[in-house]
């Protein structure tokens, strides 16, 4: 006898948002042991916010979905993620936005699914790369970088390690390149530095449209100009007139670089002279002050071995 299909239900109950929702706003469940219905307890809108949550933190569209793999029970694939990637790119070369990163990865789980034999479980303990404990090896450094308070309350607080480090990175070659006169001119700089991070976001997490980036280039654009920053507003004497003296020596490092030989002279200079002779002025006696008045002594006059009879003359 035939086992009778479960009917669908109508409606289910979203245990992170807390509402009871049409079934079309889940996915098919992986662990039938806890979903019972058949359907996720979590709403598709719920699981994309957990993704945007995790892609905030590591700006990586594998390790976001890894984690939102482990934390809902569903199967990591690399296949999956691969087919993922290159659907994104398509959207994203006709103009269309990608704003359901993990809603593309699930339904190409289940592609990958039925096109692989022995490929029959879709949980997480199933995934493609695991230890011992069953936890997914995310391919994540954790952050060696300690931003400094400084740094927080130049930028403002609540924003990861990265965003601070890119923004740091946006203000240094920013100064570099234009003179900042003013506090005005500052603050225009930090909103360029500003919409520069809202659009690298943008492209990295194929969650906005090409009319959002476009849309953000021309407001910066804009800023630029009414800073006089804008690259058509500066011949190549301009912008060496505005570089700070850290910006010429490295240009002077990067194009007339001080050969091998003189640079070894040079620092023989310094560590007899400058080095040696501050040494001994401390009162040290190590070997920069012996190599110093080594040096030194055929310049110096030793009253004692001078007689008499030369000092008369």
């Not at 995934?127 to 930028?155: H, P, Q, R």
């Not at 603050?187 to 953000?216: H, P, Q, Y």
């Amino acid at each position: 006898m035939q086992k009778k299909k479960k009917n669908k239900p109508e409606q289910n109950y979203c245990r992170k948002c807390e509402r009871t929702i049409s079934i079309d706003n889940f996915y098919e469940a992986t662990n039938h042991m806890l979903d019972t219905n058949g359907y996720m307890s979590v709403c598709k809108r719920c699981v994309n916010d957990i993704y945007v949550h995790y892609f905030s933190i590591y700006n990586n569209i594998d390790t976001a979905i890894q984690c939102v793999c482990r934390d809902i029970d569903v199967r990591y694939s690399e296949a999956a993620l691969s087919h993922t990637q290159s659907h994104i790119d398509k959207l994203l070369s006709q103009g269309r936005s990608a704003d359901a990163v993990f809603g593309y990865y699930k339904s190409k789980l289940g592609s990958v699914g039925k096109l692989n034999e022995g490929y029959d479980s879709f949980r997480y303990i199933d995934s493609d790369m695991l230890d011992e404990k069953y936890n997914v090896k995310l391919s994540i450094e954790k952050e060696k970088d300690v931003i400094s308070d400084e740094v927080i309350k130049y930028w403002g607080e609540g924003r990861t390690p990265w965003e601070y480090n890119y923004l740091e990175d946006e203000i240094y070659k920013m100064k570099g390149d234009f003179e900042c006169s003013d506090y005005g001119m500052e603050m225009i700089m930090k909103d360029i530095c500003f919409m520069n991070l809202e659009i690298e976001k943008l492209r990295m997490s194929s969650a906005g449209s090409s009319k959002e980036v476009t849309k953000l280039i021309e407001a910066r654009a804009k800023l630029m100009t009414d800073g006089n920053l804008k690259p058509v507003q500066s011949t190549g004497a301009d912008r060496t007139e505005k570089m700070s003296l850290g910006m010429f020596i490295k240009k002077w490092e990067d194009e007339k670089p001080i050969e091998k030989r003189l640079n070894n002279e040079m620092k023989e200079y310094i560590d007899t002279f400058f080095i040696g002779h501050l040494a001994k002025m401390e009162g040290l006696d190590n070997e920069m002050v012996k190599k110093y008045e080594d040096a030194i002594s055929e310049y110096t006059v030793d009253i004692e071995s001078i007689s008499p009879e030369e000092d008369e003359l």
